[in-house]
């Protein structure tokens, strides 16, 4: 079977850089506060809406904020695998950018292997696929946590 | 008469009426009707004198789709009557509210009709079709599959963390309002759950079971709000009146997580904005009502989520941040405790019909405040509040008084 062409689930969120893969936000110049997603065209800080905007890779580890899992199979435009297999979802706070950013936890780390605090890496792992492409989302893993990579291989 | 103040010429509600909740799959119009005809009735005024008419936006379903204001003028007859449509996610129906008051308050009307209804599909609240990669809201549905539980799921599992609550202490929530909601007939769910039951109901998001989700329902709710004048003029003794009415939004930057939200603001280079949008939103109707949450007889909050009941212990002053668990396990939010909270039966008993929801809340003050609360009436009640929180930033809250 050719190989499937790997495309971002959606546009300019993140890098598709696999090792060491980003989000992609934007920060306020003059104030310095940060945005995800981006916002390039006018910045949502009082008063600093003349603000240049400049585009930024967003912190890489976090720290976990809290988690949950989706039991059931979300609705559409959720694609949901049949049968449903349950996934985790973090809310992750990043210090520099003191902010929560949420994403599905990686790939077979289910809510029992996450504690309060604990840091979380950035990957990327497919979303769902069709039969050219797979859509890559960011999802976040313990850091160093040895989890499977789906099907991704 | 001493110095006017503002809770002196408060709006008055002259009627509340419903259509029970249920899953009944029929059109929204004629639910909406039934409720502004029950409202109309209990206030003994006639469709004719009605001076204008303020419908929460339909979300989803139903002919004439997204229509409301409009809508309910024409199915109980045109009359010519000016109308406004509110859309504000979950705290749709407070817009409406508000939306007659200041319409009352200008001196535009004396008599306004408030109508909120909704059909409802089944399962989980979704974006509707269409949308695109430029709405959040059907990004957060495509991308992470992140629904409206699983934000209540954020929610939940923090305070396990934080504050030490525990599965039971969410599952009490339940049992505590599904007791009520079994004695209130516009309540969808007429039973009252043990414990067990409900914790042994499937998990849906963790730590939070399906018995601790509100389900989505068919329902609506209606009001019939007059000026102070007005209310003297047909003679209403010591009516139920509205002395605060909240639809803040939250301040720069916003630190916690929300539907439908990915992120949320950046703390980095901007001052602390102080209260959290949820504390903001009560404080804004204790403010403009001149009282506190020590004034409090009772609360109807917005329990998407039993644990999140919890949250607004706290948020609305009952407490400090930490104490909801104690509060809860001290019955002292129960009936007959020192501040009952949800005695309605909450959104646990009723499911959510979105526009008409923060429009029962208040219902549910007013049959209170009259004392015509039956089984659930909370005694002496003589102030209470509502609360709630729409999709998008939309807070909002109401005080009403007796």
Same mark, same amino acid.
């Given at each position: 079977?050719?190989?499937?062409?790997?495309?971002?689930?959606?546009?300019?969120?993140f890098?598709?850089?696999?090792?060491?893969?980003?989000?992609?936000?934007s920060?306020?110049?003059?104030?310095?506060?940060?945005?995800?997603?981006?916002?390039?065209?006018?910045?949502?800080?009082?008063?600093?809406?003349?603000?240049?905007?400049?585009?930024?890779?967003?912190?890489?580890?976090g720290?976990?904020?809290?988690?949950?899992?989706?039991?059931?199979?979300?609705?559409?435009?959720?694609?949901?695998?049949?049968?449903?297999?349950?996934?985790?979802?973090?809310?992750?706070?990043?210090?520099?950018?003191?902010?929560?950013?949420?994403?599905?936890?990686?790939?077979?780390?289910?809510?029992?292997?996450?504690?309060?605090?604990?840091?979380?890496?950035?990957?990327?792992?497919?979303?769902?696929?069709?039969?050219?492409?797979?859509?890559?989302?960011?999802?976040?893993?313990?850091?160093?946590s040895?989890?499977?990579?789906?099907?991704?291989? | 008469?001493?110095?006017?103040?503002?809770?002196?010429?408060?709006?008055?509600?002259?009627?509340?009426?419903?259509?029970?909740?249920?899953?009944? !799959?029929?059109?929204?119009?004629?639910y909406? *009707?039934?409720?502004?005809?029950?409202?109309?009735?209990?206030?003994?005024?006639?469709?004719?004198?009605?001076?204008?008419?303020?419908?929460?936006?339909?979300?989803?379903?139903?002919?004439?789709?997204?229509?409301?204001?409009?809508?309910?003028?024409?199915?109980?007859?045109?009359?010519? *009557?000016?109308?406004?449509?509110?859309?504000?996610?979950?705290?749709? !129906?407070?817009?409406?509210i508000?939306?007659?008051?200041?319409?009352?308050?200008?001196?535009?009307?004396?008599?306004?009709?408030?109508?909120?209804?909704?059909t409802?599909?089944?399962?989980?609240?979704?974006?509707?079709?269409?949308?695109s990669?430029?709405?959040?809201?059907?990004?957060?549905?495509?991308?992470?599959?992140?629904?409206?539980?699983?934000?209540?799921?954020?929610?939940?599992?923090?305070?396990?963390?934080?504050?030490?609550?525990?599965?039971?202490?969410?599952?009490?929530?339940?049992?505590?309002?599904?007791?009520?909601?079994?004695?209130?007939?516009?309540?969808?769910?007429?039973?009252?759950?043990?414990?067990?039951?409900?914790l042994?109901?499937?998990?849906?998001?963790?730590? %939070?079971?399906?018995?601790?989700?509100?389900?989505?329902?068919?329902?609506?709710?209606?009001?019939?709000?007059?000026?102070?004048?007005?209310?003297?003029?047909?003679?209403?003794?010591?009516?139920?009146?509205?002395?605060?009415?909240?639809?803040?939004?939250?301040?720069?930057?916003?630190?916690?997580?929300?539907?439908?939200?990915?992120?949320?603001?950046?703390?980095?280079?901007?001052?602390?904005?102080?209260?959290?949008?949820?504390?903001?939103?009560?404080?804004?109707?204790?403010?403009?009502?001149?009282i506190?949450?020590?004034?409090?007889?009772?609360?109807?909050?917005?329990?998407?989520?039993?644990a999140?009941?919890?949250?607004?212990?706290?948020?609305?002053? %009952?407490?400090?941040?930490?104490?909801?668990?104690?509060? %809860?396990?001290?019955?002292?939010?129960?009936?007959?405790?020192?501040?009952?909270?949800?005695?309605?039966? !909450?959104?646990?008993?009723?499911?959510?019909?979105?526009?008409?929801?923060?429009i029962?809340?208040?219902?549910?003050?007013?049959?209170?405040?009259?004392?015509?609360?039956?089984?659930r009436?909370?005694?002496?009640?003589?102030?209470?509040?509502?609360?709630?929180?729409?999709?998008?930033?939309?807070?909002?809250? *109401?005080?009403?008084?007796?």
């Amino acid at each position: 079977m050719p190989q499937k062409t790997r495309v971002p689930a959606v546009e300019g969120w993140f890098t598709m850089d696999d090792g060491q893969p980003s989000l992609i936000g934007s920060r306020c110049t003059d104030s310095g506060s940060y945005f995800f997603p981006k916002e390039m065209e006018h910045s949502r800080v009082p008063g600093f809406g003349d603000s240049k905007l400049e585009e930024v890779n967003l912190s890489r580890t976090g720290t976990l904020w809290s988690w949950t899992d989706a039991a059931y199979a979300p609705p559409p435009p959720f694609v949901a695998q049949d049968p449903h297999v349950p996934f985790a979802i973090a809310a992750v706070e990043l210090a520099e950018e003191q902010m929560v950013i949420m994403g599905q936890v990686a790939t077979g780390i289910s809510v029992d292997d996450l504690s309060m605090g604990m840091e979380m890496e950035l990957v990327l792992e497919t979303l769902y696929e069709d039969d050219d492409n797979e859509y890559i989302v960011w999802k976040w893993k313990p850091t160093g946590s040895v989890a499977s990579t789906g099907d991704d291989s | 008469m001493g110095v006017e103040t503002i809770a002196d010429e408060a709006i008055a509600v002259a009627g509340v009426g419903m259509h029970p909740w249920g899953k009944w !799959g029929r059109n929204f119009v004629e639910y909406g *009707v039934h409720a502004i005809e029950a409202a109309l009735a209990d206030a003994g005024v006639a469709w004719s004198e009605v001076q204008f008419v303020a419908g929460g936006g339909t979300v989803r379903n139903g002919y004439p789709g997204y229509v409301a204001g409009a809508t309910f003028a024409q199915a109980m007859g045109w009359t010519g *009557v000016p109308i406004s449509t509110s859309y504000a996610a979950c705290a749709s !129906g407070v817009q409406a509210i508000q939306s007659a008051r200041a319409q009352i308050l200008a001196g535009f009307c004396d008599v306004a009709v408030v109508v909120g209804s909704d059909t409802t599909p089944k399962g989980f609240l979704k974006p509707n079709e269409g949308g695109s990669g430029t709405d959040p809201d059907w990004l957060r549905f495509h991308l992470m599959g992140a629904t409206n539980p699983t934000y209540f799921g954020l929610y939940a599992r923090r305070r396990m963390e934080l504050f030490g609550a525990t599965e039971e202490d969410f599952a009490q929530v339940k049992v505590k309002n599904s007791q009520c909601g079994a004695t209130n007939p516009n309540a969808r769910y007429n039973k009252a759950f043990t414990l067990e039951e409900v914790l042994a109901s499937p998990m849906v998001a963790s730590p %939070l079971r399906l018995l601790e989700i509100c389900a989505t329902s068919d329902g609506a709710a209606a009001m019939v709000l007059v000026s102070a004048e007005r209310a003297r003029k047909m003679g209403l003794k010591s009516p139920v009146r509205v002395t605060g009415v909240s639809t803040v939004t939250p301040t720069y930057p916003n630190s916690v997580i929300e539907m439908p939200n990915f992120s949320t603001d950046s703390a980095t280079g901007v001052a602390d904005p102080g209260p959290t949008f949820r504390d903001s939103i009560a404080a804004a109707a204790y403010e403009q009502a001149g009282i506190g949450p020590d004034d409090l007889d009772l609360a109807e909050v917005y329990d998407l989520s039993s644990a999140l009941e919890l949250d607004w212990y706290e948020n609305i002053g %009952l407490c400090k941040e930490g104490e909801a668990e104690k509060m %809860l396990r001290d019955g002292d939010t129960s009936l007959g405790g020192k501040c009952p909270v949800n005695p309605s039966g !909450g959104l646990g008993a009723f499911g959510e019909a979105v526009p008409a929801q923060a429009i029962a809340q208040v219902c549910e003050l007013t049959w209170q405040l009259r004392g015509q609360a039956g089984e659930r009436q909370v005694e002496g009640a003589k102030v209470g509040l509502t609360i709630n929180q729409g999709l998008f930033g939309h807070g909002s809250s *109401v005080i009403c008084q007796s």
